[in-house]
């Protein structure tokens, strides 16, 4: 499954970015689909995903209430709604694909399929 991100940029702090994560040649309708992050000197970490067959979504408690995951199923698109960014978002920004679910959703060495990143810069 090829995975195709856009969107990134900068913005300034408290203000709001929308990135786009299309899969072509395959679903994820067994697995999960959603976004990582990797900032400067620091691991990648979990930022949000969908969970192919039941729906449901999760997200870190670093964007809890701030972020959301639509979806555009007939494009077979997962985006990042990013609002009231604050510096600490500040990251190149993965889109993440696996085939079959398991519990530990947030680890990124469990990921099978995986977008070009993109940037995203939230300045003061």
């Known amino acids: 499954v090829q995975l195709q991100a856009s969107g990134g940029g900068f913005v300034q702090a408290g203000g709001s970015l929308r990135l786009s994560c299309a899969a072509s040649?395959?679903?994820?309708?067994?697995?999960?689909m959603g976004w990582f992050r990797q900032a400067p000197g620091k691991e990648r970490e979990f930022v949000a995903l969908?969970?192919?067959?039941?729906?449901?979504?999760y997200y870190s408690d670093s964007v809890k209430g701030r972020f959301t995951l639509p979806r555009d199923n007939a494009k077979n698109t997962v985006y990042l709604q990013m609002n009231s960014l604050k510096l600490e978002d500040t990251a190149v920004y993965y889109c993440?694909?696996?085939?079959?679910?398991?519990?530990?959703?947030?680890?990124?060495?469990?990921?099978?399929?995986w977008g070009q990143g993109t940037q995203v810069t939230v300045s003061s």
């Open positions: 993440a694909g696996r085939r079959i679910w398991n519990v530990q959703y947030y680890n990124p060495t469990h990921y099978t399929d």
């Open positions: 040649g395959g679903t994820f309708s067994r697995g999960a």
């Open positions: 969908v969970r192919g067959d039941a729906g449901r979504i």
